[in-house]
C-alpha cells in the first residue's frame, strides 16, 4: 500500500487552488490528488460535441466531474465578497476571507485572466434604483473569465502543479477509514489503498452523499438542512443590458409579499446559453458564457432560486431537491420549458407554442407545465420576483420569457470543522462546497489556499 503525507480527494476549485498553494510552497510532502472525473484535456460534454441534444446521462459527468470541478465548464465568475457565496469568514474572519480570495484573483490573473474586467457594484446607480422597488442588490466585486479563458487558465495552474502533485482521474473513492496508529487508508473503486497523515476533503457538490456517510462513520457533526429550489430564466439580452453592461453579475435579492421568502438571482450570463447538468444521476439546469464575442448568443440567462430551510425532525434537504428534480425529469424526460406567459395563464407549453415563440431557446427541452413540478409556495414566490425584476428591467415578464426546470442548488452538509477547517478527526480537513462551508468559486478556491498554508507550514519546506 503506497503512503503520502497528503491525499486532497477532489480536483474541483478547493483541490485546484490547494494543489497551486503546496507547489508555490514546495513542503517537504509527497501529495496526491484524486478525481472521479477526467483531466481537463478530456472534459467535454456529449452535446456541446454536438453527439447528442439532450442529457444522456453520463456515468460521470463531464460538467460536474474532473479537473476544475463544475467550475471548469461553468462560466468563470469569481465573486470576491463574504455578502454571499460561503460562510468561510465564520472561520478565518472577513479581512482574512477577502484577503484570501483577492489572492485567488491575483493568481488568476497571473495565469492569463488580467484580460478580463472586474466588475463592481459598490458605486452603480442600479443599487438605488433596486432599493426603490423593494429589491436589494449585494455589493459584491467579480471577475468574470468565460467558460473559454477559464479552461485555459486551469490548464496552466494543472501544468506548474504536475511539478509537485500526483494526480489520479477517473478514481473513485469508496471507502476511508482512520488508522489506529494515526493517519488514514483511502481505498477506491476496484480494492486499491492508500495511505496518508493528512486527508483533506474537497469532493465539492458531487460528493456531498459520501461526505456525509463519512461523516456518519467517524462521529463528525453534520448540519444539511437547506437546498435552494428555482429555474433558470432565458430572455431576449437587451432586456439585461443596462445592467449587465454596468455590474455583469447582479445578485439581486427580493423578500415576497405573500409568504415573505426570499428569491434571489444567481449565476447571470450574459450572451450566454442554458445547459444541462448530471448531479448523480438527476438532470437539472444551469448556464454558461464565454469571453470570446464569436460564441456569444442573442440571450441572457439567470436562475431564479427560492431558499428552502428546514427545522427537526426533517434532516435531508437534498433528498427534498432531488425529489422535485426526478419529477421534472419523469414528465419531461430531463428538462422542461415553459413560457412565462403560459405559467401565469395556467396553461402547458407546446410544441405549437414554442413555435410562436419570440424567444428562441439555447437548450433542447420538454415544453410543458412547470406547476406540475414546482410546489405552488415557491412558484408563486418567482412569479411575484419576476414582476419585480420587471420593473428595474421593463421586459423581463413578457409572455416570451423562458424557464427551464428545475434548477437546484444542493447544499453539502455542513461539516463541523474549526478555523483551520480541521474535523475533530485529527487530520482530516473538509473545504470548499463537499463542507457545506462555501459555495462559490472564490469562496471554495480560498479555503484550499488556507489549508495548503496550514499543511505546508506543518510539513516545512524543502532546502
Not at 444539511?224 to 445578485?251: C, M, Q, W
Amino acid at each position: 500500500m503506497k503512503k503520502y503525507d497528503i491525499i486532497i480527494a477532489g480536483a474541483g476549485a478547493s483541490g485546484v487552488f490547494m494543489s497551486y498553494e503546496l507547489t508555490k510552497l514546495n513542503p517537504d510532502a509527497s501529495i496526491l490528488m484524486i478525481d472521479k472525473g477526467a483531466p481537463l484535456e478530456e472534459r467535454a460534454c456529449p452535446i456541446s460535441l454536438g453527439k447528442t441534444k439532450t442529457c444522456v446521462k453520463c456515468p460521470i459527468c463531464h460538467i460536474m466531474n474532473g479537473y476544475g470541478g463544475a467550475g471548469t465548464l461553468s462560466d468563470g465568475k469569481y465573486n470576491i465578497t463574504t455578502k454571499f457565496g460561503g460562510d468561510l469568514h465564520t472561520y478565518v474572519g472577513v479581512d482574512e476571507a477577502t484577503s484570501l480570495m483577492e489572492y485567488v484573483d491575483q493568481v488568476l490573473c497571473e495565469m492569463g485572466g488580467a484580460e478580463a474586467k472586474l466588475y463592481s457594484t459598490g458605486s452603480s446607480e442600479l443599487k438605488t434604483t433596486a432599493l426603490r422597488c423593494n429589491l436589494n442588490l449585494l455589493d459584491a466585486k467579480v471577475r468574470h473569465l468565460g467558460t473559454d479563458r477559464n479552461r485555459k487558465i486551469l490548464q496552466r495552474i494543472c501544468e506548474y502543479t504536475e511539478q509537485k502533485i500526483e494526480m489520479k482521474f477517473k478514481t473513485n473513492i469508496v471507502d476511508v477509514e482512520k488508522l489506529a496508529d494515526g493517519g488514514f487508508e483511502v481505498t477506491i473503486e476496484g480494492g486499491e489503498k492508500y495511505a496518508c497523515e493528512d486527508l483533506v476533503l474537497a469532493m465539492g457538490r458531487s460528493g456531498s452523499k459520501f461526505i456525509s456517510t463519512l461523516c456518519d462513520k467517524l462521529g463528525i457533526e453534520h448540519i444539511s438542512n437547506r437546498v435552494d429550489i428555482g429555474v433558470r430564466v432565458e430572455l431576449p439580452a437587451v432586456i439585461f443590458k443596462h445592467i449587465t453592461d454596468d455590474v455583469y453579475e447582479s445578485k439581486i435579492v427580493y423578500k415576497t409579499d405573500k409568504t415573505n421568502d426570499l428569491v434571489r438571482t444567481f449565476c447571470m450570463n450574459p450572451y450566454g446559453e442554458v445547459v444541462a447538468e448530471n448531479t448523480n444521476g438527476i438532470v437539472t439546469v444551469n448556464g454558461h458564457s464565454y469571453s470570446d464575442p464569436s460564441l456569444h448568443t442573442e440571450n441572457t440567462n439567470f436562475a431564479l432560486l427560492v431558499s428552502n430551510n428546514f427545522t427537526e425532525p426533517f434532516r435531508d434537504s437534498n433528498e427534498y431537491g432531488e425529489s422535485i428534480a426526478r419529477l421534472s425529469n419523469m414528465l419531461g424526460g430531463g428538462v422542461l420549458l415553459q413560457r412565462f406567459g403560459d405559467l401565469v395563464k395556467g396553461r402547458r407549453s407546446s410544441e405549437r407554442r414554442m413555435a410562436k415563440c419570440f424567444t428562441r431557446p439555447t437548450l433542447k427541452a420538454t415544453p410543458g407545465d412547470l406547476a406540475l413540478v414546482i410546489p405552488k409556495r415557491q412558484l408563486d414566490s418567482i412569479i411575484e420576483m419576476i414582476y419585480a425584476l420587471d420593473k428595474i428591467a421593463p421586459g423581463t415578464a413578457n409572455e416570451d420569457t423562458l424557464l427551464y426546470g428545475v434548477e437546484v442548488k444542493f447544499y453539502n452538509s455542513k461539516v463541523e470543522v474549526d478555523e483551520h477547517l480541521e474535523t475533530k478527526v485529527k487530520g482530516l480537513y473538509a473545504l470548499g462546497d463537499g463542507s457545506g462551508v462555501t459555495h462559490s468559486l472564490s469562496q471554495a478556491s480560498a479555503c484550499g489556499v488556507h489549508v495548503a498554508r496550514i499543511l505546508a507550514e506543518k510539513y516545512g519546506k524543502k532546502n
